[in-house]
């Protein structure tokens, strides 16, 4: 199984910072990297699929970048609507493997 | 808009056996690979079964192989999944989910979860 590790595992920050969240895959994934956020009591939302390429309707300060084993996530100035749970996922391979998540949350 | 209603969640005895089922809307739902997804409490997400659009191939991790069966009935777009002999470590959130197209990727919605809880 591909095991992904995020990190970290908490990040605290001021709204208006920028941050960028790790995602690392045990194996070679090429870019079969996808990113969720999922807000506190509600369903996960897709954010990134394949590593960098956007979603409709979601914001532009969310970007993603990365290929092979090491993925980021980028929030450019994270507003107050951000702080949740971030999760990545590999459809590289069967089962399919969510990382443990990383919570943004106000310093 | 895109919908997925889940519903059959509850409270079951450990061995026991429970069917989730969820109502699709908004897509043409026999063009879609589907999936349930779930999440225990406090914990982060785990990936349970997907099925292939005409409902031929289903696809489990081994913690839920041969004990989950995932099923689909295109005319009433429904999703199904029948659990057997759950255990403790199945109590969770479950989540019904579109794939983006058909095939095994991301997952592009969610419904907004059932929660099953095995306990005695």
């Known amino acids: 199984d591909i095991v992904l590790t995020q990190s970290p595992a908490t990040l605290s920050v001021t709204p208006g910072e920028s941050v960028s969240l790790s995602c690392r895959a045990s194996?070679?994934?090429?870019?079969?990297i996808h990113w969720y956020q999922q807000k506190s009591n509600e369903s996960p939302r897709l954010l990134i699929k394949?590593?960098?390429q956007s979603i409709s309707g979601i914001p532009s300060r969310f970007s993603g970048s990365g290929s092979g084993t090491d993925f980021t996530l980028s929030i450019n100035r994270v507003e107050s609507e951000d702080f949740s749970v971030y999760y990545c996922?590999?459809?590289?391979?069967?089962?399919?493997?969510f990382g443990s998540g990383t919570k943004l949350e106000i310093k | 808009e895109v919908q997925l209603v889940e519903s059959g969640g509850g409270l079951v005895q450990p061995g026991r056996s429970l069917k989730l089922s969820c109502a699709a809307s908004g897509f043409t739902f026999s063009n879609y690979y589907m999936a349930w997804v779930r999440q225990a409490p406090k914990k982060g997400l785990e990936w349970v079964a997907t099925?292939?659009?005409?409902?031929?191939?289903?696809y489990y991790p081994d913690s839920v192989k041969g004990r989950f069966t995932i099923s689909r009935d295109n005319a009433k777009s429904s999703l199904y999944l029948q659990m057997n002999s759950l255990k403790s470590e199945d109590t969770a959130t479950y989540y019904c989910?579109?794939?983006?197209?058909?095939?095994?990727?991301?997952?592009?919605?969610w419904g907004q979860g059932t929660l099953v809880t095995v306990s005695s």
């Open positions: 194996q070679g994934i090429s870019t079969s």
């Open positions: 099925i292939s659009t005409s409902g031929s191939r289903t």
């Open positions: 996922q590999q459809s590289y391979s069967l089962p399919l493997t």
């Open positions: 394949y590593a960098s």
């Open positions: 989910a579109r794939h983006y197209s058909s095939y095994l990727n991301w997952f592009a919605y």
